[in-house]
């Protein structure tokens, strides 16, 4: 039973433009949500994270959403960059544990 | 300041044989866990523990055992080795409190298993 759920395996936009990542998740336990970013060969990176209690959080360039009714978070990176293209991880927290999506792999073209 | 060390990088090991991958951690963190990487599957937490002597399980821990008996080290045993346990293997560290912050992720172990 995948408790976070990453539906789109690839996203691939242009230069400039706005990659939009998206993750769904079902228990309502989580406290916080995070997101990751995995080069190949390489361990996960920390980018950002947003408390249950919040609805937005942003960090530079880059920006989480929560809609908890919809149990949805979504990351928005403006602009992207081609130094940006990796494979992004959602994950949410409950206790000790992190729980991660399977992950959307972003190319952003020049 | 090392971070989150894991060795060995690559080992190949054949089906039926038991070998113990290494996990430490330099930065005094409470909590550690183990995941597997897998094409498709994501991250799946295998073990996490919350302190010395504390473990528990995770999504996936069925062919592996850990122990944590000391802050630094959190050893991830595979009792007898199968196929399936062919992945990468990423051991991850934070300090206890809330999760703001996140894991920090070791370089990861390769695991083949013939």
């Known amino acids: 039973d995948q408790q976070v759920k990453q539906n789109s395996p690839s996203l691939s936009v242009q230069e400039g433009r706005i990659s939009i990542l998206n993750c769904d998740y079902t228990?309502?336990?989580?406290?916080?949500f995070l997101w990751y970013k995995k080069y190949p060969a390489e361990g996960p990176t920390f980018l950002i994270s947003?408390?249950?209690?919040?609805d937005k959080n942003e960090d530079g360039r880059f920006t989480v959403f929560l809609n908890k009714s919809a149990k949805h978070l979504s990351l928005h990176i403006v602009p992207s960059q081609p130094g940006d293209s990796a494979v992004y991880f959602c994950a949410a927290s409950i206790g000790g544990k992190l729980i991660f999506g399977q992950g959307t792999e972003l190319s952003v073209k020049p | 300041n090392a971070g989150v060390t894991q060795t060995p990088k690559f080992q190949v090991l054949k089906t039926g044989q038991s070998m113990t991958l290494q996990c430490a951690q330099d930065?005094?963190?409470?909590?550690m866990s183990w995941y597997r990487q897998d094409p498709g599957m994501g991250l799946r937490l295998i073990h996490y523990s919350v302190g010395a002597g504390i473990t528990d399980q995770g999504e996936v821990p069925n062919g592996y055992n850990v122990s944590r008996s000391t802050t630094e080290d959190f050893p991830l045993r595979l009792l007898s080795a199968a196929p399936s346990q062919t992945s990468v293997y990423f051991c991850?560290?934070?300090?206890?409190?809330?999760?703001?912050?996140?894991?920090?992720f070791g370089s990861g172990t390769r695991l083949t298993v013939v």
């Open positions: 228990n309502s336990m989580f406290d916080y």
């Open positions: 947003i408390s249950s209690i919040k």
């Open positions: 930065m005094n963190h409470e909590y």
């Open positions: 991850a560290s934070r300090p206890s409190g809330d999760s703001l912050y996140g894991y920090t």
